[in-house]
């Protein structure tokens, strides 16, 4: 179990954060570049001293420089996995996954017996011998986990370890990893930014930005209620920012939506993009050259979100299409591909959103 | 300009004082061995100035690499070595074109170091041990002067480093780093206060010859002649004479 | 991995013929001028054979002490963050620029008898550097060191440190780190520079002549030896001496080249 207490002043962040990790617990770390997520793993290894704080693992203090207590990068229980696998060129992959063991004392034969019988699990006994060089992707970053490991750490981290993989093998070795991870008895902390590891093999994820903690929970929480636009656009729905009184929603930004349920103070809303409807004519009802969000009537009666806004980019993502509209609030829709040539959206233009109140799920800020 | 005079057969040094049979101009290159230095660098002006249309290079070094560098084909005009043997080595390989003439000699002197702090009075006091003496290789003239005057002294002496010519001999005793070594009266003399010298006996003492040629095939034969006459003749002999050097022994 | 044939390419090729005749040719001008037929005589005179004892030993001492003391120079100037880092390494490579000589005549200024080194070291210790094989070993460091500092630095700089963090976060000692990782990985460039610091100092001459001197079996090392012999007009012996100092140098070149292609 790690409790970790982190404040560290760099010349471009300033890091403070804190969490748990239980043993056998995975917690994914996401957030932008040059957020913090990477320091705070050098920082857990011991090789970036802390400023303030407190790391202690399994009972054991690691650091605490209140106390002026370090314990050297070595001697700490900690493995590492590597976006660029980092390992030994000059070493064969049975050597490498033995360095760990042999650094903290066992003797080479046993070492060696370990390390092959990790890399046979890992169907790589075939390569045993081989040097990274003459290796692929997803054999180096086997070998990687082989060695992170073997070892038995008591926490594991892993700094984006699959993003270097092409798509092919990452699906086959993601679920290497899962299944490695479920066995071990460790705390692990996976760094990545892509969603879909985040959601495959983390129990827990923490969002830091700024060098700051902005959002924690499950997977399924974090996604169904981001509290950043990071993790909006991670996701690809649009968060809002505003203020609730009841079903009206005022926006921070300016605008006014109507919500199907009620809230209170400083809300966010989340709205998928496929929830909004475009049209170049304006509803019924509405007077030419209004502004701003407006509930309007529609030929069934019930009441709508519109607004006017313009097309300020148009992106094909496969068999969607999504579509950026600049106004009050600015938002995305999502429409399907005839959409775009029976509405001419790729000549820009102004158009009409529409917004059904029951789209909208808001949450206090 | 000067073909006729290219052309004679003659190729005796003129007699001094007589007329050169053309106006020397152009480019002239000296080889003279290191104790020249001083003396050639003299002589070399007042050349210039008595025949304003010639410019003088001279190369010094070890009599024996000159004449290592003649005999493989170096542009010289004229060759004055510090001694008759290295003068042989090109006379043998047919490399002169004018017989050798003995313009002047030097004899050995032993160089301390300024103020004598060792206290060396003769040569039998090098024999000691204890003192750093420095001397030309024997390949070279000034070290076969060495070896000549040991042995008509009767002493061994071991010295700590055999120079490649004399200036190394000079450079080590000036800096304190050798305390005697043996080398010519005339760099004794050139040296000033800087060092000291030990006067050697006349009948431990060598004297060396050292003859001037003009070089077969020289790009200036007639600079070259001019310049030798020079050497020869009352000028130059007063700048050898002023800096310590002997008349031509016979 | 890029395998394969060169793709011939007629410029390449004229140009780097050129560059390798321009090499070869004078080897074959010393083979063809040596005196094959007194040959034995020669490189088995006192002469030649003092000159190549005491360049043999002079010159693996040089390699030694460079490796000594050039290394941990190296290490701080890839690895050390001090101010005057960029002085510092242009001190210590200006004997690559220096003409010999001139190396030679500070050296007798700074560890002569007279130097501001040489003379107290002398009072106390009464050891003296010139004219003697320790005044050598001097001379040769003083100008093949800087090629050992230059070509291990290059080697430390392009190193990927981020491999020590590795080790040290796989348990590694900071002893073990530099043993079995930092080692291994600078390993082709510390070869390197060491054939070309003993290769330096091997054919080392102007600075050797003027600190230590030239004594037969003292300090008359083999480059002392040919020039003493090309300027007293023995060419003969000045060919075959160059040809045995050739041949050694030789030897070790193609020996390192083998150990490193097979690697």
Same mark, same amino acid.
Request: proline share 6%; with cysteine; glycine share 10%.
């Given at each position: 179990m790690l *409790?970790a207490?982190?404040?560290?002043?760099?010349?471009?962040?300033?890091?403070?954060v804190?969490f748990t990790v239980a043993a056998g617990e995975v917690l994914a770390l996401l957030g932008p570049n040059?957020s913090g997520k990477s320091?705070t793993l050098?920082?857990l290894?011991?090789?970036?001293?802390?400023?303030?704080?407190?790391?202690?693992?399994?009972?054991?203090?690691?650091? *605490?420089?209140?106390?002026?207590?370090?314990?050297?990068?070595?001697?700490?229980?900690i493995a590492l996995m590597f976006q660029d696998y980092l390992?030994?060129?000059?070493?064969?992959?049975?050597?490498?996954?033995?360095?760990?063991?042999?650094?903290?004392?066992? *003797?080479?034969?046993?070492?060696?017996?370990?390390?092959?019988?990790v890399l046979?699990r890992l169907d790589l006994?075939?390569?045993?011998?081989?040097?990274?060089?003459? @290796?692929s992707g997803g054999q180096q970053q086997r070998v990687a986990m082989a060695r992170a490991l073997v070892?038995?750490p008591r926490l594991l981290l892993l700094d984006e370890p699959l993003a270097a993989l092409d798509v092919s093998v990452k699906t086959s070795v993601r679920r290497l990893l899962r299944d490695a991870l479920r066995q071990s008895s460790a705390a692990n902390i996976l760094v990545t930014h892509d969603l879909v590891d985040a959601v495959a093999l983390g129990d827990r994820m923490i969002i830091i930005e700024?060098?700051?903690i902005v959002q924690t929970g499950t997977p399924a929480e974090v996604t169904a209620r981001p509290r950043s636009s990071y993790v909006a656009d991670l996701t690809g729905v649009?968060l809002?920012?505003?203020?609730?009184?009841?079903?009206?929603?005022?926006?921070?930004?300016?605008?006014?939506?109507?919500?199907?349920?009620?809230?209170?103070?400083?809300?966010?809303?989340v709205?998928a993009p496929a929830?909004?409807?475009?049209?170049?004519?304006?509803?019924?009802?509405?007077?030419?050259?209004?502004?701003?969000?407006?509930?309007?009537?529609?030929?069934?009666?019930?009441?709508?979100?519109?607004?006017?806004?313009?097309?300020?980019?148009?992106?094909?993502m496969g068999d969607r299409?999504?579509?950026?509209?600049?106004?009050?609030?600015?938002? @995305?829709?999502?429409?399907?591909?005839?959409?775009?040539?029976?509405?001419?959206?790729?000549?820009?233009? *102004?158009?009409?959103?529409?917004?059904?109140?029951?789209?909208?799920?808001?949450?206090?800020? | 300009?000067?073909?006729?005079?290219?052309?004679?057969?003659?190729?005796?040094?003129?007699?001094?004082?007589?007329?050169?049979?053309?106006?020397?101009?152009?480019?002239?290159? =000296?080889?003279?061995?290191?104790?020249?230095?001083?003396?050639?660098?003299?002589?070399?002006?007042?050349?210039?100035?008595?025949?304003?249309?010639?410019?003088?290079?001279?190369?010094?070094?070890?009599?024996?690499?000159?004449?290592?560098?003649?005999?493989?084909?170096?542009?010289?005009?004229?060759?004055?070595?510090?001694?008759?043997?290295?003068?042989?080595?090109?006379?043998?390989?047919?490399?002169?074109?004018?017989?050798?003439?003995?313009?002047?000699?030097?004899?050995?002197?032993?160089?301390?170091?300024?103020?004598?702090?060792?206290?060396?009075?003769?040569?039998?006091?090098?024999?000691?041990?204890?003192?750093?003496?420095?001397?030309?290789?024997?390949?070279?003239?000034?070290?076969?002067?060495?070896?000549?005057?040991?042995?008509?002294?009767?002493?061994?002496?071991?010295?700590?480093?055999?120079?490649?010519?004399?200036?190394? =001999? =000079?450079?080590?005793?000036?800096?304190?780093?050798?305390?005697?070594?043996?080398?010519?009266?005339?760099?004794?003399?050139?040296?000033?206060?800087?060092?000291?010298? =030990?006067?050697?006996?006349?009948?431990?003492?060598?004297?060396?010859?050292?003859?001037?040629?003009?070089?077969?095939?020289?790009?200036?034969?007639?600079?070259?002649?001019?310049?030798?006459?020079?050497?020869?003749?009352?000028?130059?002999?007063?700048?050898?004479?002023?800096?310590?050097?002997?008349?031509?022994?016979? | 991995?890029?395998?394969?044939?060169?793709?011939?390419?007629?410029?390449?090729?004229?140009?780097?013929?050129?560059?390798?005749?321009?090499?070869?040719?004078?080897?074959?001008?010393?083979?063809?001028?040596?005196?094959?037929?007194?040959?034995?005589?020669?490189?088995?005179? $006192?002469?030649?054979?003092?000159?190549?004892?005491?360049?043999?030993?002079?010159?693996?001492?040089?390699?030694?002490?460079?490796?000594?003391?050039?290394?941990?120079?190296?290490?701080?100037?890839?690895?050390?963050?001090?101010?005057?880092?960029?002085? %510092?390494?242009?001190?210590?490579?200006?004997?690559?620029?220096?003409?010999?000589?001139?190396?030679?005549?500070?050296?007798?200024?700074?560890?002569?008898? $007279?130097?501001?080194?040489?003379?107290?070291?002398?009072?106390?210790?009464?050891?003296?550097?010139?004219?003697? %094989?320790?005044?050598?070993?001097?001379?040769?460091?003083?100008?093949?060191?800087?090629?050992?500092?230059?070509?291990?630095?290059?080697?430390?700089?392009?190193?990927?440190?981020? %491999?020590?963090?590795?080790?040290?976060?796989?348990?590694?000692?900071?002893?073990?780190?530099? %043993? $079995?990782?930092?080692?291994?990985?600078?390993?082709?460039?510390?070869?390197?520079?060491?054939?070309?610091?003993?290769?330096?100092?091997?054919?080392?001459?102007?600075?050797?002549?003027?600190?230590?001197?030239?004594?037969?079996?003292?300090?008359?090392?083999?480059?002392?030896?040919?020039?003493?012999?090309?300027?007293?007009? +023995?060419?003969?012996?000045?060919?075959?001496?160059?040809?045995?100092?050739?041949?050694?140098?030789?030897?070790? +070149?193609?020996?390192?080249?083998?150990?490193?292609?097979?690697?």
């Amino acid at each position: 179990m790690l *409790d970790a207490d982190i404040q560290l002043r760099l010349s471009r962040l300033s890091l403070d954060v804190a969490f748990t990790v239980a043993a056998g617990e995975v917690l994914a770390l996401l957030g932008p570049n040059a957020s913090g997520k990477s320091t705070t793993l050098r920082a857990l290894t011991g090789l970036l001293p802390l400023d303030g704080g407190r790391v202690v693992l399994d009972g054991t203090v690691l650091e *605490d420089p209140a106390q002026r207590v370090k314990v050297a990068p070595e001697k700490r229980p900690i493995a590492l996995m590597f976006q660029d696998y980092l390992l030994f060129p000059h070493l064969s992959a049975v050597e490498n996954v033995a360095f760990g063991l042999r650094c903290r004392g066992t *003797d080479k034969k046993t070492a060696r017996e370990k390390a092959l019988q990790v890399l046979e699990r890992l169907d790589l006994a075939a390569a045993a011998e081989s040097r990274p060089g003459s @290796m692929s992707g997803g054999q180096q970053q086997r070998v990687a986990m082989a060695r992170a490991l073997v070892t038995d750490p008591r926490l594991l981290l892993l700094d984006e370890p699959l993003a270097a993989l092409d798509v092919s093998v990452k699906t086959s070795v993601r679920r290497l990893l899962r299944d490695a991870l479920r066995q071990s008895s460790a705390a692990n902390i996976l760094v990545t930014h892509d969603l879909v590891d985040a959601v495959a093999l983390g129990d827990r994820m923490i969002i830091i930005e700024d060098g700051a903690i902005v959002q924690t929970g499950t997977p399924a929480e974090v996604t169904a209620r981001p509290r950043s636009s990071y993790v909006a656009d991670l996701t690809g729905v649009n968060l809002l920012r505003g203020t609730a009184h009841g079903t009206v929603l005022d926006l921070d930004g300016g605008g006014r939506l109507s919500c199907a349920s009620p809230g209170a103070g400083p809300s966010f809303a989340v709205i998928a993009p496929a929830a909004v409807a475009v049209s170049r004519e304006r509803p019924e009802g509405q007077a030419e050259g209004d502004a701003g969000g407006q509930t309007g009537g529609t030929p069934g009666g019930e009441e709508v979100n519109t607004w006017r806004g313009r097309v300020s980019a148009v992106d094909l993502m496969g068999d969607r299409v999504r579509v950026r509209i600049e106004g009050t609030p600015a938002i @995305m829709a999502e429409v399907p591909p005839a959409a775009v040539d029976r509405l001419k959206l790729d000549e820009g233009g *102004d158009l009409w959103a529409y917004l059904s109140p029951a789209a909208i799920t808001t949450y206090p800020r | 300009m000067a073909l006729g005079a290219c052309s004679s057969s003659t190729t005796t040094v003129a007699p001094a004082g007589a007329a050169a049979p053309a106006t020397p101009t152009g480019s002239l290159v =000296v080889f003279a061995a290191t104790s020249l230095t001083d003396a050639f660098n003299k002589i070399g002006e007042e050349f210039k100035a008595a025949h304003p249309g010639v410019t003088v290079k001279f190369n010094y070094n070890g009599s024996s690499s000159l004449a290592t560098q003649i005999t493989q084909g170096a542009p010289a005009d004229v060759f004055a070595s510090a001694s008759p043997t290295n003068m042989k080595t090109v006379t043998d390989q047919n490399l002169a074109s004018t017989t050798p003439k003995i313009f002047t000699a030097n004899q050995g002197e032993i160089m301390v170091e300024a103020g004598n702090p060792s206290h060396i009075k003769s040569l039998s006091d090098l024999a000691n041990p204890a003192l750093k003496v420095v001397t030309c290789a024997p390949q070279v003239p000034c070290g076969a002067l060495a070896t000549q005057i040991f042995k008509n002294a009767g002493v061994t002496v071991k010295p700590v480093s055999q120079e490649q010519n004399v200036g190394g =001999v =000079v450079t080590k005793v000036t800096l304190g780093e050798a305390d005697a070594g043996i080398v010519y009266v005339t760099d004794v003399k050139a040296n000033g206060t800087k060092t000291a010298g =030990v006067t050697i006996p006349a009948n431990e003492n060598n004297t060396t010859n050292y003859p001037i040629a003009e070089v077969k095939g020289a790009p200036n034969p007639t600079a070259a002649s001019a310049f030798i006459s020079f050497v020869l003749g009352s000028s130059g002999q007063q700048v050898l004479k002023s800096l310590g050097f002997l008349p031509p022994a016979s | 991995m890029l395998s394969g044939k060169l793709r011939f390419n007629p410029l390449t090729t004229v140009l780097a013929g050129l560059a390798a005749l321009f090499f070869i040719f004078p080897l074959i001008g010393l083979i063809t001028g040596a005196p094959w037929g007194h040959i034995t005589s020669v490189i088995t005179s $006192r002469t030649a054979v003092q000159a190549l004892e005491l360049s043999i030993i002079a010159s693996l001492s040089s390699t030694a002490i460079a490796l000594l003391f050039g290394f941990p120079l190296a290490w701080l100037l890839a690895r050390g963050q001090f101010p005057g880092k960029g002085v %510092l390494r242009g001190l210590t490579t200006l004997p690559m620029v220096l003409p010999p000589v001139v190396g030679g005549i500070a050296l007798l200024l700074a560890y002569g008898r $007279r130097g501001f080194i040489g003379r107290p070291l002398e009072s106390a210790t009464g050891l003296t550097l010139p004219f003697s %094989l320790a005044g050598v070993v001097v001379a040769e460091s003083f100008v093949a060191m800087p090629f050992f500092v230059i070509t291990v630095e290059s080697g430390l700089r392009s190193m990927n440190r981020r %491999l020590e963090d590795a080790a040290r976060s796989l348990g590694a000692s900071r002893r073990t780190v530099f %043993l $079995r990782v930092t080692l291994p990985l600078i390993w082709p460039s510390l070869a390197a520079g060491t054939v070309l610091t003993w290769a330096r100092a091997l054919g080392e001459f102007g600075a050797t002549i003027t600190f230590a001197g030239n004594l037969p079996g003292v300090t008359q090392t083999m480059p002392l030896a040919i020039y003493i012999s090309q300027s007293s007009n +023995m060419t003969d012996e000045a060919i075959a001496l160059s040809l045995i100092l050739v041949l050694v140098s030789l030897v070790v +070149m193609v020996f390192r080249r083998d150990r490193s292609g097979a690697q």
